[in-house]
T-cell receptor, first 110, second 113 residues
Framework: EDQVTQSPEALRLQEGESSSLNCSYT??????LFWYRQDPGKGPEFLFT???AGEEKEKERLKATLTKKESFLHITAPKPEDSATYLC???????????FGKGTKLSVKP | DAGVIQSPRHEVTEMGQEVTLRCKPI?????LFWYRQTMMRGLELLIY????????DSGMPEDRFSAKMPNASFSTLKIQPSEPRDSAVYFC???????????FGSGTQLSVL
């Protein structure tokens, strides 16, 4: 049973075409919801941490939001350099590790 | 800081051989994690350490896998004997407990033939 589910698996956008990525989760004691970006051949790179429902974080063209059951990563007017795999992860209870979703592969065409 | 350093970047070996992956965490970080990434299963936690002590090794597939952290600046993940199904990208990550975000290395691409 997956605790973190990301959708869609892949997303193709034209440059400037805004969209959202979804991350739904089923843990009870959420202690943090994390977004990472992963480029081919590299390790995941930290983007945001969200801790409570209603919280929002922004960085350039990206905005992450959190509800009690899901998180969204909104991409506004994307550029080709935003192409990457975006991973959602959560920390539950007293655990130190992160549980990752399988990611959404984003391709932005010029 | 140079970030989390992993070696080797690529490893190609034959089934049955011993494989050792190495990791140097960011100085001052008190947590170290080993993850494995495949297309089918995504990123899976294998084991993590806090202050050099293994905390959770429930993700280690079987006895063929072992991990050590002899000091705060070095960890190894060993597979003996290796099998083709072990082929994956293995990531090491470190974290300062006060910051709560993981920093990943560039990974080791392991191919077992």
């Amino acid at each position: 049973e997956d605790q973190v589910t990301q959708s869609p698996e892949a997303l193709r956008l034209q440059e400037g075409e805004s969209s959202s990525l979804n991350c739904s989760y089923t843990v009870s004691g959420l202690r943090g919801l994390f977004w990472y970006r992963q480029d081919p051949g590299k390790g995941p790179e930290f983007l945001f941490t969200l801790y409570s429902a209603g919280e929002e974080k922004e960085k350039e063209r990206l905005k992450a939001t959190l509800t009690k059951k899901e998180s969204f990563l909104h991409i506004t007017a994307p550029k080709p350099e935003d192409s990457a795999t975006y991973l959602c992860a959560l920390r539950e209870g007293s655990q130190g590790n992160l549980i990752f979703g399988k990611g959404t592969k984003l391709s932005v065409k010029p | 800081d140079a970030g989390v350093i992993q070696s080797p970047r690529h490893e190609v070996t034959e089934m049955g051989q011993e494989v050792t992956l190495r990791c140097k965490p960011i100085s001052g970080h008190d947590y170290l994690f080993w993850y494995r990434q495949t297309m089918m299963r995504g990123l899976e936690l294998l084991i993590y350490f806090n202050n050099n002590v293994p905390i959770d090794d429930s993700g280690m597939p079987e006895d063929r896998f072992s991990a050590k952290m002899p000091n705060a600046s070095f960890s190894t993940l060993k597979i003996q004997p290796s099998e083709p199904r072990d082929s994956a990208v293995y990531f090491c990550a470190s974290m300062a407990g006060s910051q709560e975000k993981l920093f990943f290395g560039s990974g080791t691409q392991l191919s077992v033939l």
